[in-house]
């Protein structure tokens, strides 16, 4: 743990060992109510998240404590429905022809995040229709919470940028601030993955001795970071923290340690991702479908 500490202005700590994720995860002392904005720069960063991941006055479901009954069912109801589609999608089903086509470099590449896009859409609306300018809005919501040179902030306050990228994106799904979360913000990670997947697949002898498991598990990408707030002083892992305390949990970097895939959707945590079971079968479908076709195209 690294605790960037001055008294009044800034305490966050930043997380990359697996195991201290795992364990602070796990912490109840470490939650998502995200209710004090102090010490000041802490302040600032929280209220810049949480304005970039709400809509409508509310926050999406990632941003939403454990304490919260709506949000805990909510989140195991989407998980039990991603996973009946799972087993559907795992087998490789014609619906995945497009995205085979990219992997396979049959397709243009500014394609991709709109099939993503699609594809993630329709868990929320069978009729989803994603396009350049739905996934144009999903780009400046990824880009939204980071930080930004002071001229491109006051342009996107001025233009309303992404209140209007979030408008979109919630009309598409019918105002559920899941789908919103799915098609504006978790997809990039699905993308990066299936830009692995086109590079393994285009190695003819990685292809051939690939199984759809293995080429799922090698395209599982962890978020970069995600965010906690200490409700309470204390200690962990040697490390002392105060209460306000920001931790920022740094996925992609503790991704890269051996046995560590849990931390892609953290399946050990009351936080874990409904999509735990969905993403991972998406990967093993698309890659059945390219690989079948591929195949056959060989012999």
């Known amino acids: 743990m690294e605790n960037h500490r001055i008294p009044g202005l800034i305490e966050v700590i930043k997380v990359s060992d697996p195991e201290e994720i795992r364990a602070l995860s796990l912490d109840p002392r470490v939650d998502r109510k995200f209710l004090a904005f102090r010490p ?17 006055g509310k926050r999406f479901p ?12 909510d989140q195991d109801a989407l ?87 979030k408008a979109l994106l919630a009309a598409k799904v019918n105002g559920d601030l899941a789908g919103v979360h799915g098609t504006g913000v978790a997809l990039h990670n699905i993308v990066k993955g299936f830009r692995e997947m086109q590079t393994l697949h285009g190695n003819i002898s990685k292809r051939l001795a690939t ?16 965010l906690r707030q200490a409700t309470s002083a204390g200690e962990i892992a040697g490390c002392p923290f105060h209460k306000n305390a920001i931790f920022v949990l740094e996925l992609s970097e503790a991704h890269k340690h051996a046995d560590s895939n849990d931390l892609v959707f953290l399946e050990q945590s ?30």
Not at 40 to 56: E, I, M, P, Q
Not at 214 to 226: E, F, K
């Open 40 to 56: 000041l720069l802490n302040g600032l960063l929280l209220r810049k998240v949480l304005k970039a991941l709400s809509f409508g």
């Open 211 to 226: 199984t759809a498991e293995a080429a799922a598990t090698h395209c599982l990408i962890a978020p970069a970071t995600i």
């Open 79 to 165: 998980w039990e429905r991603l996973n009946e589609r799972a087993a559907t999608v795992r087998l490789g089903e014609e619906g995945l022809d497009r995205l085979a086509e990219w992997v396979k470099g049959q397709r243009a590449d500014r394609e991709l995040g709109i099939l993503v896009q699609q594809t993630v859409g329709r868990l929320f609306v069978d009729s989803y229709i994603a396009d350049a300018e739905s996934w144009a809005a999903a780009m400046t919501l990824d880009a939204a919470p980071r930080p930004k040179g002071i001229l491109t902030t006051i342009s996107w306050r001025l233009t309303r940028k992404v209140s209007r990228a």
């Open 270 to 299: 009351w936080s874990r991702c409904p999509a735990e079971r969905w993403v991972p079968a998406l990967f093993e479908g698309v890659w059945r479908r390219a690989s079948t076709v591929s195949q056959e195209t060989v012999d």
């Open 62 to 73: 990632t941003m939403r404590p454990r304490g919260d009954a709506d949000r805990a069912h």
